[in-house]
């Protein structure tokens, strides 16, 4: 800036008298304007039966990773590492692992999340083994390639490890009846914070449990691997809280856990709320609750089927994504903000949490009630916003893979119209936001029944409040010298 408050700029399009202008990377200015969703090539990543998909970014070594139950290998949990490449909207995958050696049980519903730590990831699955325990094993990304490495631990490699307390998980309602989330606030190799995981039982209790990563790099054999110290804590007891999802927030080091309770008898009297309630783990491992049980939503919602819950650290909300469901089946997409701003680390059980507002995100493409077939909520740092993806009921076929976008502005929600991905018979989607090239990866299981994956940028505004610079003298066509106040 040369003569503040005036500058002179190569103009990039038109620009008319008194638009607001903002300045772009190449020094040129610009009148801002809205770019429309734009969607890669579908990839195959798998071209067996990739069921159960889920996803993540890890961000030591820019790399997506996607986990799976291989149908075609007794449901082993398997999982591949990429990189996108941004400009192309493509992944170039590496070789897939599996996680675990034995193939006797049937092992389903993975989830993955990234721990922060010198490449690892952890990853969750349901397992007919045992009474229906969850387990888990981590997983490295590669600095060179898109290798994996499992975790060297030979406890872990043949079934998993076993998360204590977590036995006769619910399966009826699919992928969501567990979720992971790690507490992603510190790299320090010493603290090794760790993450919970959150399960509906068979008794629709919602139980919480804590998980450590050993974190000493110079120790290879020790490095990465899981421990579960610590209590389980019930988060929800009583009613039907079918789904369960769990994310964390680093401003404060908790996380919020929301589960979709269903109420009323099925029929005329049918209803239900979206519960949710804060929680930490201490300095010895165990669960804390911050807040109690508190139904956020701001209507009934039916049988809600909750999907997802994202963080935005530019609002410091989550945004939960579900499945509003009536007693005549009939299906809509909603989205609904969620604020723990108040409530801090430690805070205790006086701390509560307010209700919510919601948005209708779908009511044409809706949702398909075949096993909730939601995905996950992801919040885009780049564009401010949340994608949400689910398999469409209606238009323009059965079964379609659907997305939506919900913007913020501070006081109130909006949406972008729901867009198709892929027309076919898709289900069981996953989606994650790569920071490194501002991208977002949905992957999800094709009509081939091959695992695929769809590189996208969402619907966006390019005005920013970091590239806004002033407002335009006066008209200015493309390449001219524009003045700007």
Not at 128 to 150: E, G, M
Not at 319 to 344: E, F, P
Not at 427 to 437: H, L
Request: hydrophobic share 35%; aromatic share 10%.
């Amino acid at each position: 800036i040369s003569a503040a408050p005036e500058i002179e700029a190569t103009a990039s399009g038109a620009i008319a008298a008194n638009d607001a202008v903002i300045i772009n990377s190449d020094g040129t200015v610009s009148k801002p304007a809205t770019i429309a969703s734009a969607f890669g090539s579908k990839q195959e990543f798998s071209s067996n039966q990739a069921m159960f998909i889920d996803c993540c970014y890890e961000p030591v070594n820019n790399k997506v990773v996607v986990v799976y139950a291989d149908s075609n290998a007794s449901y082993q949990i398997k999982a591949i590492a990429g990189t996108v490449d941004g400009s192309n909207k493509t992944v170039t995958w590496g070789t897939a692992i599996a996680l675990h050696t034995n193939t006797s049980y049937q092992c389903k519903f993975p989830k993955i999340a990234a721990t922060h730590y010198n490449g690892w990831c952890v990853v969750v699955w349901w397992s007919s083994y045992d009474s229906n325990r969850l387990k888990a094993n981590s997983i490295k990304t590669s600095s060179s390639d898109n290798s994996l490495t499992l975790q060297a631990n030979s406890t872990n490699q043949t079934y998993g490890l076993i998360i204590s307390e977590l036995s006769n998980a619910y399966t009826s309602t699919k992928t969501y009846a567990f979720d992971i989330a790690w507490n992603t606030g510190s790299a320090d190799d010493t603290s090794a914070p760790g993450g919970i995981v959150v399960q509906t039982s068979t008794g629709y209790a919602v139980k919480a449990k804590g998980l450590k990563m050993y974190r000493k790099a110079s120790e290879p054999a020790n490095d990465g691997n899981l421990q579960n110290p610590g209590n389980s804590l019930n988060i929800f007891t009583g009613m039907q809280h079918k789904n369960v999802a769990i994310a964390f927030n680093p401003d404060n080091n908790n996380y919020l856990v929301v589960a979709g309770e269903h109420q009323g008898d099925g029929g005329s009297n049918d209803y239900g709320t979206i519960d949710a309630r804060v929680i930490y783990r201490n300095d010895s491992d165990n669960v804390i609750a911050n807040t109690a049980k508190v139904s956020v939503n701001d209507e009934n919602v039916g049988d809600p089927g909750i999907w997802g819950v994202s963080y935005a650290p530019k609002y410091k909300k989550f945004l939960v994504g579900y499945r509003w469901q009536n007693n005549t089946n009939n299906s809509k997409v909603y989205a609904l903000l969620v604020d723990t701003n108040s409530i801090t680390l430690g805070g205790g059980a006086t701390q509560t949490l307010a209700t919510g507002t919601s948005i209708l995100v779908d009511d044409t493409i809706k949702s398909s009630g075949s096993h909730m077939m939601g995905g996950d909520i992801v919040f885009d740092e780049d564009k401010n916003c949340w994608i949400i993806q689910w398999r469409g009921s209606t238009s323009p076929n059965a079964n379609t893979g659907a997305i939506g976008i919900v913007k913020y502005d501070g006081t109130s929600l909006s949406k972008i119209t729901a867009a198709v991905f892929d027309s076919g018979n898709s289900r069981y989607f996953s989606n994650t936001y790569d920071p490194d090239t501002k991208t977002s990866l949905v992957a999800y299981h094709d009509s081939t029944d091959d695992g695929q994956v769809i590189v996208m940028v969402p619907n966006h505004d390019t005005l920013r409040d970091n590239n806004f610079i002033g407002f335009a003298q006066a008209g200015y066509s493309n390449g001219a010298t524009a003045k700007v106040s």
